[in-house]
């Protein structure tokens, strides 16, 4: 697995900042956010998914850690990669499935692919179990189906 440069390790913090910013009110206000969790972005690495339909391309694949939500996230692997449409859909498959995703942009016109797994992290007592629980999420995908 080839590591990832500054560049990305820097455009991923960048979108857990502007992630966070822009639910800001929505984080604050929902009954079951988790307190002890921040947006994050973890256990990225390149990957190029199959997509259903279309060409294959470059991206960095990683889990999306928020007080609120655990997802399978694609971010493009360069930055200057056109960027879908916001609600667009679109299945990709890992070594171990089909994945729906759904494309987001955020306030700064960073785009992402996301697909939410879990919708409720409020059981987790500490941003440490999140990584492990990312940490998983990320082997399981990428492991070959049986």
Do not use: K
């Not at 560049?7 to 956010?33: F, I």
């Amino acid at each position: 697995m080839q590591s990832l440069s500054l560049d990305q390790y820097e455009r991923l913090r960048r979108l857990a900042a502007t992630w966070e910013q822009d639910r800001q009110e929505e984080l604050a206000t929902a009954a079951h956010a988790n307190p002890r969790l921040s947006v994050d972005t973890l256990c990225f690495q390149a990957f190029a998914p199959w997509p259903e339909q279309g060409p294959e391309e470059a991206y960095l694949a990683g889990a999306l850690i928020t007080p609120l939500s655990l997802s399978l996230v694609l971010v493009a692997a360069e930055s200057a990669t056109a960027a879908p449409q916001p609600g667009q859909r679109q299945a990709f498959r890992f070594p171990s499935g089909r994945y729906p995703f759904t494309a987001e942009c955020l306030s700064d016109g960073t785009w992402l692919w996301r697909c939410e797994l879990l919708d409720d992290l409020s059981d987790l007592d500490a941003a440490e179990e999140a990584s492990r629980l990312a940490q998983r999420l990320m082997e399981r995908v990428m492991t070959p189906e049986a």
